[in-house]
């Protein structure tokens, strides 16, 4: 019974934002221990205590760009849209935009930017992070990053990641800017 509860939540999350959900339904079907034990990780991806939505998002979109050839960066973005972050503003983080970005965006891109690439100044940011949102900030943006790079890496590793496409915006194709090596 849970398992099919489970597979029709699937299916309508495939039918509702017309993502692929297989290696979810491989992964029920082959090891419904595995699924259940990762399932709740999507209420993980879903945290948010004290950051406005288009910094969430922004940490969410970095994180997916990260490691993601477009079918869950777009997952992403249509649920950013839905969560009601502008289109202006999910452009310009998918094109590492931040003169684009409003403060809540800017902030939020670059402390994920900066921890995605390991870089030196990343405590910087997090400070300003931290005196912004407070610590609950620096855990809102955390987690929105990891979990947004979370399931693009499951989906590859389960060899289902062999898709790329366009990421659209509000009927518009983005050109997605990857960070430099």
């Keep these: 019974m849970r398992s099919w509860i489970a597979r029709r939540m699937l299916r309508t999350m495939s039918k ?3 993502y692929d959900t297989g ?3 491989m992964m029920l079907k082959a090891s419904p221990s595995a699924f259940f034990k990762f399932a709740p990780l999507a209420k ?15 940490a969410k979109l970095v994180g997916a760009m990260a490691e993601d050839c477009g079918t869950c960066t777009q997952l992403v973005v249509d649920m950013a849209l839905e969560a009601g ?15 684009a970005m409003n403060s809540a965006t800017k902030l939020a891109y670059r402390f994920a930017d900066v921890v995605v690439r390991r870089s030196a100044d990343d405590h910087e940011l997090r400070d300003a992070v931290r ?9 809102d943006l955390t987690l929105a990053l990891q979990m947004g790079r979370m399931f693009p890496m499951v989906k590859a590793g389960l060899g289902y990641a062999s898709e790329c496409r366009r990421v ?14």
């Design 16 to 18: 509702r934002y017309g």
């Design 23 to 25: 290696y979810l339904e």
């Design 44 to 58: 993980a991806a879903g945290h948010r205590e004290v950051v406005p939505v288009d910094a969430s998002f922004a």
């Design 85 to 99: 972050m502008a289109n202006d503003q999910v452009a310009a983080v998918l094109s590492r935009d931040p003169g």
């Design 131 to 139: 005196a912004r949102w407070g610590e609950k900030g620096v855990i």
């Design 168 to 181: 659209r915006v509000g009927g518009r194709d983005v050109d997605v800017i990857k960070p430099a090596a």
